[in-house]
């Protein structure tokens, strides 16, 4: 990217925040609600709490990139909630078993590199539309990660809820400038660093681009389009899956009957990767500015007695209005490339 | 007193089409087409032919010029009126919904013109018993060969009631017995009255089906005539005379030892059909062969299968003498051949900046342990840019911001600077103004003079004629012709490239 391309795109955000926030204080007039305290709490009422708001964030920073990595490869990963939920309870069983919070943790995120690997295969190689077999996942692993938290996990005392992480695998905290921290922020924040490293700096970053920009490309270069395909599924699973095992391993502690710290999160990172232009940093500032408005509205419901699908709205207009251009740009180059690819698919 | 005139299906006065790019496409086409007539339209790549009927279809509209139809001046706003009209079309690819059965395809098709589908089969069976054309309309498209689907977008035009049907390059889809077939449905349907407007390249299709014939040459009628009067040479002749631009220097060939072996190879094309069908060739050191042939003969096949990009179905392909016929393109990058594909989109990714595309076939060399060295690469892409006097603002510069022409000569410089034997170049110069032409051209000659082999792919004659040591003619897949450049000349290239196998 070059200066205009940094100068256009600041414009683009700068324009969708305001016609986002012109929206939301129209609807907040319409129903009879002051539009400036209304908007103010809900930008920095999430604000209070710095270590929850960025915790929070860092779930779907994850999923964000779980999405936005194999949407560089023109692959549709909307498996990120099934991932978060084999992450979580992957992650919990071997913590029961290793009492490590780092082992938990990476067997957390393979799991959900397994997943991404199966659906990403089954279309590279079988032809099977991956939306429609991350679907089916999602709903297949919600059910049996509550089969496994009611039958066998259960905590004898809260039937409602599996057994806690033991202590000594629990992530734990740092303090930095005498703030106490979850490391989950950290942790998601290097994740992003490593991302960008590997997307722009290796050569299966650079094959996962060329062979999203250009299938043509690809196939003159001799990349394989298959593989390509499996890989970038298969490390948007492994983000999708660390999300899930950062939540049990290092924020709640365990997980309960029906998943209720994590459903949504991955589908949530849909719009975090959009918002964020499908680039590892960006979605750094979409995460936060997401979290920051989820919280502020629930801070606004209570302080002036606003609805939860008010609040709900108000944050999904500003959302939309902010990754509408380059979901509308991603959309089309999307369907451009799908075209070619089963152009060339006759061929094979 | 009354002069009895044959009635006239389609008149084409004064046609000139400009595209908005500023391309002309047709420079005045006048000629009309009587009622009952197969009339051949016969012409090179980019003569005209295709944009010409597409005008008589109501796709696009011509920039100047009048069009009658059955004496009747027509305007078209789009291919709906041409359908009323009594005009029908069959592409070379096929307008035909895969899992639909025929019936329903046509059904389909005749839903706009309000016929009801128990009279669309009606007039589909009708049609067919007048015709011979039988078409099974109870079968999905899918499980119909090529030569079937073909036919049924024949009967498609039919059941719209089509008075004119225009078949664009008809037979390179199909298969000889289905060529011949396609022959007999064709002087049925003139028997019923109805007039065929047949474009092609292959003079000998022309001599085999058509009533009369025009040759079309750079948006220029360059005549007409009755197909019986006339010869395949003059025919030849008439599509490819032209004068040359201009000259290059060159000094006598010193080839030294073969680098590049085919041995009967036979390749298929992306729906399945043989492209290339056994071919044999050889290039050595310090040449530069020139395949001639218009567009679609099997060219990008073979070239394809020679990189490694697609996979032969037999034959064997040697590069310096080791075989590689089974193995990937980039590792037969790394072997010392480069391929200069002949669309730039693929050859280069457009979205991406000068470095990153210095990467697309030397990843490995400047990746050595999967991190990529930026600052070496955009050390080299300087260089090639200055070598190979590409402008632009700057090695970050998306290439789509580039002319065609530095577009062109980043990808030649990027390959000519990893040290290749062997570079197959595929229309080079296509779309590239004088400038840039003569500096590619230049480039390649100087290859050649440096000892490397060259495999240039044109369907440019001039460029083919200028540049080659050696020529061969492509046609259906197989070179039809090969020889030294002095025992061709426009005229012969012409005449093979149509298909007419000539002695030397």
């Keep these: 990217m070059n200066l205009e391309d940094y100068a256009q795109v600041s414009l683009e955000i700068t324009g969708s925040i305001l016609a986002g926030l012109l929206v939301a204080a129209i609807i907040l007039i319409a129903t009879g609600y002051n539009p400036w305290k209304g908007l103010y709490i809900m930008l920095t009422g999430g604000l209070g709490d710095l270590d929850y708001l960025l915790s929070r964030a860092s779930f779907v920073l994850l999923t964000g990139l779980a999405f936005a990595l194999p949407m560089l490869a023109s692959a549709f990963n909307i498996g990120g909630e099934g991932q978060m939920y084999v992450g979580g309870i992957v992650a919990l069983i071997a913590s029961l078993i290793t009492k490590n919070p780092w082992i938990a943790i990476t067997a957390g995120a393979i799991a959900g590199a397994a997943l991404g690997f199966i659906t990403g295969a089954l279309r590279a190689y079988r032809e099977v539309n991956e939306v429609i077999t991350a679907i089916m996942l999602n709903w297949i692993f919600y059910y049996i990660s509550i089969f496994f938290i009611t039958s066998y996990l259960y905590n004898p005392q809260a039937p409602y809820r599996s057994v806690s992480v033991p202590k000594g695998a629990q992530l734990g905290f740092i303090e930095i400038a005498g703030i106490k921290m979850h490391l989950i922020f950290p942790l998601a924040l290097l994740t992003s660093f490593i991302t960008y490293f590997l997307i722009f700096h290796t050569r299966i970053g650079y094959r996962i681009r060329v062979a999203g920009l250009s299938p043509d490309s690809a196939r003159y270069s001799g990349i394989n389009a298959k593989m390509t395909f499996t890989n970038s599924m298969t490390l948007g699973g492994l983000f999708g899956g660390l999300s899930g095992a950062l939540n049990v391993i290092a924020f709640t502690y365990y997980m309960d009957q029906l998943l209720t710290s994590m459903v949504g999160m991955g589908f949530d990172g849909i719009g975090v990767a959009l918002m964020g232009r499908d680039h590892p940093i960006g979605i750094i500032f979409s995460a936060i500015f997401f979290s920051m408005l989820l919280l502020g509205g629930q801070k606004m419901q209570i302080a002036m007695n606003v609805p939860k699908e008010l609040t709900d709205a108000l944050s999904g207009v500003i959302i939309i209005s902010l990754a509408m251009p380059y979901a509308y740009k991603m959309l089309m180059s999307y369907l451009k490339i799908r075209r070619m690819m089963k152009v060339a698919g006759r061929s094979s | ?504």
């Design chain 2, 1 to 504: 007193m009354v002069i009895s005139m044959p009635p006239m299906a389609v008149e084409f006065e004064g046609i000139h089409k400009i595209y908005p790019d500023g391309n002309i496409a047709l420079r005045g086409a006048s000629f009309s087409i009587e009622v009952g007539e197969i009339y051949g339209i016969l012409g090179e790549n980019g003569a005209g032919k295709t944009t010409l009927m597409r005008i008589l279809y109501g796709e696009i509209k011509p920039t100047s010029g009048t069009i009658k139809i059955f004496d009747h001046v027509a305007k078209f706003s789009g291919p709906w009126d041409a359908i009323k009209t009594g005009i029908g079309m069959v592409y070379q690819h096929f307008s035909l919904i895969g899992g639909f059965t025929v019936a329903e395809n046509l059904i389909l098709s005749a839903l706009p013109l309000g016929i009801s589908a128990q009279n669309v089969l009606e007039r589909a069976k009708e049609s067919m018993e007048e015709t011979g054309l039988k078409v099974p309309l109870e079968e999905r498209i899918n499980s119909l060969p090529v030569g079937v689907r073909q036919r049924v977008e024949i009967v498609k035009a039919l059941v719209r009631n089509a008075k004119i049907l225009i078949l664009d390059e008809p037979t390179s889809v199909l298969t000889p017995i289905e060529v011949e077939d396609l022959f007999e449905v064709l002087k049925k349907l003139r028997e019923s009255g109805l007039t065929i407007l047949f474009i092609t390249h292959k003079l000998k299709e022309v001599k085999a089906i058509t009533d009369k014939v025009t040759v079309l040459r750079k948006g220029q009628v360059m005549g007409t005539r009755r197909t019986k009067e006339v010869s395949e040479l003059e025919l030849a002749r008439m599509m490819v005379e032209r004068e040359v631009l201009f000259s290059l220097e060159r000094s006598p060939t010193r080839p030294g030892n073969p680098l590049l072996e085919v041995k009967d190879l036979w390749v298929r094309s992306d729906s399945g059909l043989p492209a290339v069908k056994g071919v044999n060739l050889s290039i050595r050191a310090g040449e530069i062969l020139g395949i001639a042939g218009v567009q679609g003969n099997g060219q990008k096949e073979f070239v394809e299968a020679i990189s490694g990009i697609r996979k032969p179905e037999k034959g064997t392909i040697k590069l310096k003498g080791e075989d590689i016929t089974d193995l990937d393109n980039s590792k037969v990058y790394r072997r010392g051949l480069a391929y200069i594909p002949d669309m730039r989109s693929m050859g280069l990714v457009m979205d991406i900046d000068l470095v990153s595309n210095l990467l697309l076939t030397r990843l490995e060399e400047f990746s050595p342990d999967g991190v990529i060295r930026w600052r070496k690469a955009v050390e080299e892409t300087k260089s090639v840019m200055k070598l190979f006097n590409v402008v632009a603002e700057s090695v970050r510069t998306q290439v789509r911001r580039l002319s065609g022409g530095n577009q062109q000569k980043f990808m030649l410089g990027r390959e000519i600077a990893r040290k290749p034997d062997v570079i197959i170049a595929s229309e080079p110069t296509h779309g590239l103004d004088v400038g840039a032409t003569e500096y590619v051209r230049n480039k390649l000659v100087e290859l050649r003079d440096s000892g490397k082999a060259v495999l240039l792919i044109s369907t440019d004659l001039d460029e083919i004629m200028q540049l080659s040591d050696r020529i061969a003619v492509m046609y259906e897949g197989e070179l039809i012709a090969q020889g030294p450049t002095r025992e061709f000349n426009l005229e012969k290239i012409g005449l093979l490239m149509g298909g007419v196998k000539v002695e030397p």
